[in-house]
């Protein structure tokens, strides 16, 4: 299996073959925007068959990782250790992130 950081660097050279936007921040972040609403329609829709069918909202995000330099790999496993520590309390039914117990 690819790691999401090769996968960053051949969507971003698709980019650059095809002639996409890869300077336009403000455009990726509003097409990827775009793709997580179709796919929210589509989960509404159930219609779960074509999300899968979906992958471009995935390719904006790996486009828009490598523009911005970030390492996705890196990034999600930073973010999972984070997550895996915090403490987190209930009230009323709804989940709160004890800051307290967390240090940010």
């Known amino acids: 299996m690819s790691k999401l950081s090769d996968c960053q660097i051949l969507v971003f050279q698709n980019k650059i073959q095809k002639n996409f936007n890869t300077i336009n ?55 999972i250790e984070i997550n895996m520590g915090r403490k987190y309390i209930y009230n009323d039914m709804v989940m709160l992130r004890n800051l307290k117990i967390n240090k940010i």
């Open 25 to 79: 921040i403000e455009k990726e972040f509003l097409l990827l925007y775009g793709e997580v609403s179709e796919a929210f329609e589509i989960y509404k829709k159930n219609e779960l068959k074509k999300l899968a069918k979906g992958v471009s909202r995935y390719g904006y995000l790996l486009g828009l990782s490598e523009i911005l330099n970030i390492d996705l790999d890196k990034a999600i496993k930073w973010k």
